[in-house]
C-alpha cells in the first residue's frame, strides 16, 4: 500500500543540531554511523559547512530534472563561485579560470 507524506508530518532541520551531529559522527561506532545514515542522512560533515551564509541543513532536495534541465545547478554554481571568489576571498577568479577551462 502507498503511504503518503505531507510537509506537516516532517521535521524541520536546526542549522545547529545538524553541526552537532557532525561533530558526533568521530565517535560513533560502525552500527551508530549506519543509523544516522538511515535516521538523520548525515554520513560525515562538509567543507560547505564552513561557508557563512549557506544553510545546508534547510536546504531541500532537487529531483534532476529541476536541477539538470531547468538550470538550477549553472545557477547555484555561478552563486557558490561568487560567494568563494569575491565574498570569503579562498581563492581568486584567475585560478577558478584555470580549472575550468
Known amino acids: ?6 510537509d506537516s508530518q516532517c521535521i524541520e532541520q536546526n542549522h545547529d543540531v545538524h553541526f ?7 565517535v560513533l561506532s560502525k552500527n551508530g554511523r549506519i543509523y544516522w545514515s538511515k535516521m538523520w542522512g548525515i554520513n560525515d560533515s562538509s567543507c560547505l559547512m564552513k561557508v557563512n551564509g549557506l544553510l ?4 531541500l532536495v532537487q529531483d534532476p530534472m529541476h ?5 538550477v545547478v ?8 561568487n ?3 569575491y565574498k570569503e576571498h579562498f581563492f581568486h577568479f584567475a ?3 584555470q580549472h575550468i577551462i
Open 1 to 6: 500500500m502507498a503511504q503518503h507524506h505531507v
Open 20 to 26: 552537532e551531529r557532525c561533530d558526533q559522527l568521530a
Open 56 to 59: 545546508l541543513s534547510q536546504g
Open 67 to 71: 536541477v539538470l534541465l531547468e538550470g
Open 74 to 81: 549553472r545557477h547555484e554554481l555561478t552563486h557558490l563561485l
Open 83 to 85: 560567494t568563494f571568489i
Open 95 to 97: 585560478v577558478a579560470e
